[in-house]
């Protein structure tokens, strides 16, 4: 069993509920996830399955797609609506308001991520010492905001929902109470949904029960997506045999033994031999001069 299962987390399920129920399904141990979603979250949550577990790093790391719910007027300590309120804010806003303040926070931005979060600091996880009532300094991180919309807004309920595009390491709850805070209120995440992760979107998500159906049926293979699947964004090199042979003894591979040899230093490609895909390769520059194909990362 290799290949790449997108699910549709449930809420209430955290991203290692879903990978431990589904290695009880599918009866495999080599399994692990792509990004970490909250307990409440929904959606889009890339599971990688045999050697296309060593891609998960991979998936972690792309840009991200929410829808957000979010209510003005109050801050929790969780940042989301799960948590105790903290602090009230007697503030309304108005949707232009909302608007213009939603548009300060595209592009690249510093972030403190919540205490309440899997982020470790010497050596102990936040959410471990906020359960304890410890709060500690936490030193901000470079994030970048692609895009943020804000979808529907209800001035009298004063919730709304906004869609966001953001990079790695980005919390969309930390990101709506800063907005609060910005906007003379306070705010806190009420729901939260990823539509997309990478390339992959909700409407190649799979739910537990579809999982088993295609498992008692013998057919979950119909379900798996290719590794290379994640990759697309890389062009392709064919290798002939001779290129081949190199790479599997770990020597660089010389661009007249590949087709479609990208000139650039630094290019990762995706690399196939007889329509197989071996591997991420890098294009580098040899010591005697000239480029070549060297391994990047392996998935056999």
Known sequence: MN???????????????????????????????????????????????????????????????????????????????????????????????????????????????????????????????????????????????RELELLDFDENAQTGRLRAVVSKGTYIRTLIHDFGAAAGTLAAMNSLTRTRSGRYGLEQAHD??????????????????????????????ELSQAGFERQAHGAPVFARQTAGFPQEKGTLVRVYYGGEFLMLGRVDELDVGGLALFVHKRFL
Not at 68 to 78: H, I, K, S, V
Not at 211 to 232: H, K, N, R, W, Y
């Open 3 to 145: 290949g790449i299962l997108i699910m549709n987390k449930p809420d209430g399920f955290t991203s290692h509920d879903v990978v431990a129920k589904l290695r009880g399904i599918l009866h495999t141990k080599k399994i692990g996830h792509g990004g970490t979603l909250d307990p409440m979250a929904t959606g889009v949550l890339p599971v990688f399955l045999g050697g296309a577990t060593k891609a998960a790093d991979y998936a972690a790391a792309q840009d991200k797609e929410y829808v957000a719910g979010f209510t003005l007027g109050y801050a929790t300590d969780t940042q989301d609506t799960t948590g105790e309120i903290v602090q009230l804010s007697g503030q309304y806003a108005a949707e232009a308001r909302v608007r213009a303040v939603l548009r300060r926070f595209e592009g690249a931005q510093q972030q403190v991520p919540p205490m309440y979060s899997a982020v470790k600091i010497g050596g102990k996880k936040l959410v471990d010492l906020a359960r304890k009532g410890v709060e500690i300094e936490r030193p901000a991180r470079e994030i970048f905001v």
């Open 208 to 237: 537990f029960a579809a999982v088993e159906q295609a498992m008692a049926a013998g057919a979950i293979d119909e379900l798996l997506l290719p590794t290379d699947s994640l990759f697309l964004d890389c062009p392709a090199v």
